[in-house]
C-alpha cells in the first residue's frame, strides 16, 4: 500500500534496530506508520530501509545514526557513519545508499542525540529557549547539542559521553573493558555509570537492571556520574535546559 499524503519520513538507526516512520507535515510529532528492522549487515539492513521508504510518497527524509558519524556538508564523507565499534559498520555512507534509491527527496544526516535535542527545541516552543543538552544513557552515553537555534557540530560532533568525572567516594569499579578512551586516571563517565557499567556494579545482567529496587546503591553511582557530567555541561556549554533520557 502506498501512502499518497503530505508526508514527513524519518530513520533512526541503532546498534541494535534500525527504525522507519512517516507522520503529516503539519503534525511531525504524531506517527502514521512505523517499522523496525534488526541492525545486521549496512547492506542487508540498509536495503530493508529504503525498500520500505520506497513504497511511501513524503516530501523529505531524516536519518539520525548511532555514530561516530559525519555529519559536515562540506565534507567528502558526509552521510558516514565512521569509526564507530559496532562491528562491519565502519565507514558506511549511509546517505548515499538511501539517496541512490530515494533521488526525489531532500536527505538531513545527524546523530542520534543531536536529532532529539532538535526535537525537544523545537516542541518546547519557548523564543527565549536557546539552548539545550539532550543526554541518553544506554549501552553508551551520548549528548546532543542544541545551541543558538541548530545542533552542534564543530570539529566532529559532542562526545560528552567520554569526559573524565571525579570518582564517587569510595567507587572500587575497574572500569577496564567499558572505556574508549583508556587514558589512565582518566574516570570516563561512560565507563562509569553506563548500563555495561551499571550491570557490573550490581553483578547482574543489563538486562536485569530494571528489577533493581529504588534504593540499590548502583543509583547512587549512576547519580554521581550523571550529576558530574551536567555540571561539566553547565559550566563549559552553559545549557538552559538538560534533558536526561534512556537508550
Same mark, same amino acid.
Given at each position: ?21 512517516? #507522520? ?10 512505523? &517499522? ?23 516530501? /523529505? $527524509? ?8 559525519? %555529519? ?10 565512521? &569509526? ?15 539517496? /541512490? ?17 532538535? #526535537?525537544?527545541?523545537? &516542541? ?17 552515553? *551520548?549528548?546532543? $547539542? ?7 557540530? *564543530?570539529?566532529?560532533? +559532542?562526545? /560528552?559521553?567520554?569526559?573524565?568525572? +571525579?570518582?564517587? %567516594?569510595?567507587?572500587? $569499579?575497574?572500569?577496564?573493558? $567499558? ?23 550490581? *553483578?547482574?545482567?543489563? &538486562? ?12 547512587? /553511582? ?24 534512556? *537508550?
Amino acid at each position: 500500500t502506498i501512502i499518497r499524503r503530505t508526508m514527513l519520513a524519518a530513520v533512526e538507526g541503532g546498534g541494535t534496530t534500525w527504525v522507519c516512520a512517516v #507522520a503529516r507535515v503539519e503534525a511531525p510529532t504524531v506517527v502514521v506508520e512505523s &517499522a523496525s528492522f534488526e541492525t545486521t549487515t549496512p547492506s542487508e539492513t540498509l536495503s530493508k530501509i529504503a525498500a520500505w521508504l520506497e513504497a511511501r510518497e513524503f516530501v /523529505a $527524509l531524516g536519518i539520525a545514526s548511532f555514530g561516530p558519524i559525519d %555529519p559536515r556538508l562540506e565534507s567528502p564523507t558526509y552521510g558516514y557513519i565512521t &569509526a564507530t565499534p559496532k562491528p562491519g559498520w565502519q565507514n558506511t555512507d549511509v546517505v548515499g545508499f538511501l539517496r /541512490a534509491r530515494l533521488r526525489r527527496v531532500p536527505i538531513k544526516f545527524d546523530t542520534d542525540v543531536n536529532a532529539p535535542a532538535l #526535537a525537544e527545541a523545537r &516542541a518546547a516552543a519557548d523564543a527565549s529557549l536557546t539552548s539545550l543538552a539532550y543526554v541518553t544513557v544506554g549501552t553508551g552515553i *551520548g549528548v546532543g $547539542l542544541f545551541i543558538n537555534g541548530a545542533p552542534v557540530h *564543530g570539529l566532529l560532533h +559532542p562526545e /560528552a559521553g567520554h569526559i573524565s568525572c +571525579p570518582l564517587a %567516594p569510595g567507587d572500587d $569499579l575497574d572500569p577496564t573493558g $567499558l572505556t574508549s578512551l583508556n587514558c589512565a586516571n582518566w574516570h570516563e563517565v561512560e565507563g562509569m555509570c553506563a548500563t555495561r557499567a551499571l550491570a557490573r556494579r550490581a *553483578g547482574c545482567d543489563a &538486562a536485569d537492571l530494571k528489577d533493581l529496587d529504588d534504593a540499590h546503591p548502583v543509583w547512587d /553511582a549512576a547519580a554521581h556520574y550523571l550529576a558530574a557530567m551536567c555540571a561539566n555541561l553547565v559550566l563549559v556549554v552553559s545549557p538552559q535546559k538538560i534533558i536526561l533520557s534512556g *537508550g
